[in-house]
């Protein structure tokens, strides 16, 4: 990034130093475009790089980083069940555990089967009566925007 911002630097001080010397005739019109045109350049610069963090080029073609795809994905599995256990802690069902699995070879992320533990659930404020598997499938499927035939309920 240093560099990136000495190049802007001496590029701002190179054209504070082109527009005191140009004067006011036509060919400093066409000078001060060719001039802005290279400000531009350097200053998007680093754009690409910023881009391609998740994508190497290699002779042309371009593939995606697995090893970060991965990472996210994982991270991502991890932040859904987190967020179900939390919205199912809210709607008054404690101690059902979430475990998420998901498509470990697609490019995007995508729920394969998500399954969920209820034998250690605890009810609190939920009225006597209440159909638990379907209260906690309900909840889990809006929250993970799955359908319910990839929800695996056990309890």
Known sequence: MTPWLLSVAGIVILGALVEVLLTDSPMSKFIRSIFGFFVLLVIVQPIPNLI?????????????????MQTINSQTAVAFQTNTQNALSVAGFENVLITIDYD??????????????????????QPKGIDIERSVIKIVTAVCNVGEEVVYYVG
Request: positive net charge; without cysteine.
């Open 52 to 68: 391609n963090s998740g994508i190497a080029a290699v002779s042309g073609n371009i593939e995606l980083n697995t090893e970060l």
């Open 104 to 125: 470990k070879n697609a490019s995007a992320f995508k729920i394969s089967r998500v399954f969920v533990n209820a034998f250690g659930v605890v009810l609190k404020g």
